[in-house]
Structure formats: C-alpha cells, structure tokens
C-alpha cells in the first residue's frame, strides 16, 4: 500500500511539473512579447517581455509602484540584449543579454540594465549585480496603450509606452 501511494505522489508531480513547464505562454494575462530592431549603426537591440494591462489601475499607485524596483513587465524579468557594445545616456553597456529592470517615479524614471537574466520578476535582484543606470524623464503618451508596449526606432531611441505614461531613452 505504501508503494502504491509512493508511486502515485511520483506520477502526480510529473504532470504537474510537465504541465507547467509546457505552458502556452501566450494564454497569460500578460502575454509575451518582444521588440527588435537592427540600427542604422548595425546594432541589434532585442527586448523580450510580458505585456501587463493597466485594468483601471494606477500606474505609479496600484502597479508599478513609485520609488521602487520594478521588473518593467510581468512574469519573468524582461531581458534586454544588444549585439554590440553602446553607450546609454553618456555610458557605456557591453554587448551581452541584461535583465531590464526601472524605478518608476512622478517625474523620473531610473533604466537599471542588471547582470541577472533569470529571475522571476524583480525576486532576487540585487543593485550590486546592476551593469548601468540611466534617469530618463516621463512624458504623457499621446494615445492610451492598455498594454505596456516597447519599440525601438532604427535611429535608436527606445520607448516604453503603458497607460498615457511614454519614457523613452537612447541607445548610441
């Protein structure tokens, strides 16, 4: 009898962690999503995400708190990768995969490019592990994005657009 409860528990866990891990993606809340672009200066910038809904919410109040770190997405950390080495507001970022993390704030934002791709959300990130931070300041968006968008321009300006929040920043 024990035996059959052991084997059970073992086949129970399986599902469940085959189940898990084969889950569609695109069936969440906040679906993923990626941005890419290859710049005029032969750069590729690749942002990889999940895209949270606002739902009513207020973003710096019920989501996205202000003054803290956030994961700038849902789900797993958002990765942010460039082939070649670039400079973001003044310094400079080596070329490789980050975690993308922000402070969202009233009247700035704080881009955090950390060495730690991996995490779930923000869970576990550590400032020692951050590779650059740049101040970037919020404008109001010109159209209502329900979900949080990123695009990359060829020029290389990248843009985080969610609610009628727009902040933006450069990629030399």
Not at 12 to 30: E, H, N, V, Y
């Amino acid at each position: 009898m024990k035996k059959s409860i052991y084997l059970f528990a073992i086949a129970a866990t399986s599902l469940i962690t085959m189940t898990a891990c084969g889950q569609d993606k695109s069936k969440r809340p906040s679906p993923p999503a990626k941005a890419t672009v290859t710049t005029t200066k032969g750069t590729t910038i690749t942002i990889d995400y999940s895209q949270p809904s606002v739902k009513g919410r207020t973003i710096g109040k019920e989501i996205a708190a202000f003054g803290e770190v956030w994961r700038t997405g849902a789900n797993e950390a958002t990765t942010f990768e460039v082939s070649k080495d670039v400079t973001i507001g003044g310094k400079k970022l080596a070329a490789g995969k980050y975690g993308l993390y922000t402070i969202p704030g009233e009247k700035e934002w704080t881009i955090i490019f950390n060495k730690k791709t991996d995490l779930w959300g923000s869970n576990g990130y550590k400032e020692s592990e951050d590779a650059l931070r740049t101040v970037s300041t919020p404008t109001k968006s010109a159209t209502l994005a329900e979900k949080m968008t990123f695009s990359i321009v060829p020029s290389g300006t990248v843009s985080l657009m969610w609610g009628d929040v727009k902040v933006d920043f450069k990629i030399d």
